[in-house]
């Protein structure tokens, strides 16, 4: 069965920084598109970013020079990196991993921006 567990989240000052990470079972991240997700208060969940089994990678304009997208196929683990946080960004973060074969989520791990 396939498992997406986040981590990383947490509590943060505006302008601050925040590493997620999303390790995966089995040899998914390679094979898989993996994208990240959020939802924030009384907010439908939307696409943060994005990286193709190919590498390319994309991101929501909202997020854009702000995060970043890797993974490390070694250890079956994708990572969003959020620089320059704002309260905006305050929402649950979740793993998504994606393929004609199926969608597998993850838990999601809080992100919380202070002003």
């Known amino acids: 069965q396939v498992q997406l567990v986040e981590s990383g989240g947490g509590l943060v000052q505006f302008g601050g920084s925040l590493r997620l990470s999303c390790v995966t079972s089995?040899?998914?991240?390679?094979?898989?598109?993996m994208n990240w997700y959020r939802q924030g208060p009384g907010k439908q969940r939307e696409l943060v970013a994005a990286?193709?089994?190919?590498?390319?990678?994309n991101y929501a304009d909202s997020v854009k020079g702000r995060f970043t997208i890797s993974r490390d196929n070694a250890k079956n683990t994708v990572y969003l990196q959020m620089n320059s946080l704002k309260p905006e960004d305050t929402a649950v973060y979740y793993c998504?991993?994606?393929?004609?074969?199926?969608?597998?989520w993850g838990q999601g791990t809080q992100v919380t921006v202070s002003s």
């Open positions: 998504k991993a994606h393929s004609v074969w199926g969608d597998y």
């Open positions: 089995g040899n998914i991240v390679s094979l898989y598109d």
């Open positions: 990286i193709m089994r190919g590498g390319s990678a």
